[in-house]
Nanobody, 131 residues
Framework: QVQLVESGGELVRPGGSLRLSCAYS????????IGWFRQAPGKEREGVSC????????YYADSVKGRFTVSRDNAGDTVYLQMNSLEPEDTAVYYC????????????????????????WGRGTQVTVSS
């Protein structure tokens, strides 16, 4: 069974940096997509970034381009989200999610397909950006 566990969220000052981790296990296939999402109080959940492990392609929401970087470790069991130049608007619960359809990243971020879904979700980690 696929399991995803996020960590690394905490309180940080504006302009600061954080690195979130998503430890995953239980994939039955070699290729999958892992996405990062966030949800702020009173707002809808939004996609932040995605990485496809079939070719390492990465994708970002316009709101985080140039500030956030998604990557994976060589062992293939953790995905990271490096967040720099954090702003109060980045405050949210951050989730990682996974799906066997590696096209999910491309469809979500390049084709802007709002119907993309992910089958597996973590429980989230809180990021608060405040002075």
């Amino acid at each position: 069974q696929v399991q995803l566990v996020e960590s690394g969220g905490e309180l940080v000052r504006p302009g600061g940096s954080l690195r979130l981790s998503c430890a995953y296990s239980g994939f039955a296939l070699d290729y999958y997509a892992i996405g990062w999402f966030r949800q702020a109080p009173g707002k809808e959940r939004e996609g932040v970034s995605c990485i496809s492990n079939s070719d390492g392609s990465t994708y970002y929401a316009d709101s985080v381009k140039g500030r956030f970087t998604v990557s994976r470790d060589n062992a293939g069991d953790t995905v990271y989200l490096q967040m720099n130049s954090l702003e109060p608007e980045d405050t949210a619960v951050y989730y990682c999610a996974a799906d066997y359809r590696t096209s999910a990243c491309y469809r979500q971020y390049e084709e802007k397909d709002s119907r993309v879904t992910y089958a597996y979700w973590g429980r989230g980690t809180q990021v608060t950006v405040s002075s």
